[in-house]
């Protein structure tokens, strides 16, 4: 008969290679952070992104360079031409101000500082540098510059922006 250790708090760590079909390296990692963010885990970080062709163990025994996440430029910013086409002015006028900065920092990778409030007393500051918007959950995903780590977090949880 086995016992359970009393010194175990029943959590566990997996270390997991996952290979996702979406066309481009950006859709792949919103897929998963959708995945990873809808299951009940305790905690998740995502090492690195590693673009594969036909199988995990083919490509890994070919290649171990990581590929940067594409950004997609949808939002005109100062000096720059946007790279999707110009939407009328009617469009434009109506954008929500907070979502035309956030294009801003994706656009230019602009390095932020996000001050978080993640309820119960929990405040963060985050170094960071914004990789994705998605307007329709208001979630954004952003890359820790310190830790080299990629969190997502609610719009409603941010208090300010500091550039």
């Excluded at 299951?39 to 171990?64: E, H, K, M, P």
């Amino acid at each position: 008969m086995s016992q359970k250790k009393p010194d175990s708090d029943g959590a566990y760590l997996f270390q997991v290679d996952v290979m996702l079909h979406a066309p481009s390296n950006g859709a792949a990692l919103e897929q998963l952070l959708r995945v990873l963010n809808s299951g009940n885990f305790a905690d998740y970080r995502i090492g690195s992104g590693i673009q594969l062709g036909v199988a995990i163990d083919q490509a890994l025994a070919q290649t171990t360079q990581t590929v940067p996440i594409p950004i997609k430029e949808t939002a005109k910013s100062p000096g720059k031409e946007p790279v999707t086409p110009k939407a009328p002015a009617k469009e434009a006028s109506k954008a929500n101000p907070l979502e035309v900065r956030i294009r801003h920092f994706i656009q230019s990778n602009q390095l932020i500082r996000l001050n978080v409030n993640k309820g119960r007393g929990v405040k963060m500051s985050i170094p960071c540098r914004v990789v994705n918007y998605d307007p329709s959950n208001q979630m954004l995903t952003v890359y820790h510059v310190d830790e080299k780590q990629v969190y997502t977090i609610r719009l409603n949880e941010i208090d300010d922006f500091i550039e």
